[in-house]
């Protein structure tokens, strides 16, 4: 029995598009009402593009400075082993046939909101 095997499928790449596009659209209307300053578009750009790397996008919005990047960097700590989980999971068999791809696809939301999550925790530190 091989115990590893790819489980994602299409509703797992629709479910991370929707989650992404939702966690975007929440990013740039916090930083549109949050940020200020010459080159303010710039940065709004720029981390909304960024939305995919999760804790990072506080860093982003105040390029980098040490103390965001460091809060980030610490949110990271957390988000990404969680993230990690939830690809994992994706990859091995899990006994409970009639249930698994329900179980996997569960465990993949919540793996995603929580990546995502981190990064609205970082604009508390950022846009502060």
């Known amino acids: 029995m091989n115990i590893f095997q790819n489980n994602f499928s299409k509703r797992h790449l629709f479910m991370f598009l929707a989650i992404l596009i939702?966690?975007?659209?929440?990013?740039?209307?916090?930083?549109?009402?949050?940020?200020?300053?010459?080159?303010?578009?710039?940065?709004?750009?720029?981390?909304?593009?960024?939305?995919?790397?999760?804790?990072?996008?506080?860093?982003?919005?105040?390029?980098?400075?040490?103390?965001?990047?460091?809060f980030s960097l610490k949110i990271m700590m957390f988000s990404a082993p969680v993230l990690l989980f939830g690809i994992f999971f994706q990859l091995i068999n899990i006994p409970l046939k009639k249930y698994a791809e329900e179980i996997r696809l569960l465990i993949w939301i919540v793996c995603l909101m929580i990546w995502f999550l981190g990064g609205i925790l970082s604009f508390g530190h950022a846009l502060e």
């Open 22 to 70: 939702l966690f975007t659209i929440a990013n740039f209307a916090i930083l549109c009402a949050a940020l200020d300053g010459q080159n303010k578009y710039i940065y709004v750009f720029l981390t909304t593009a960024a939305t995919i790397t999760g804790p990072m996008t506080g860093a982003i919005a105040r390029q980098w400075q040490s103390c965001c990047t460091e």
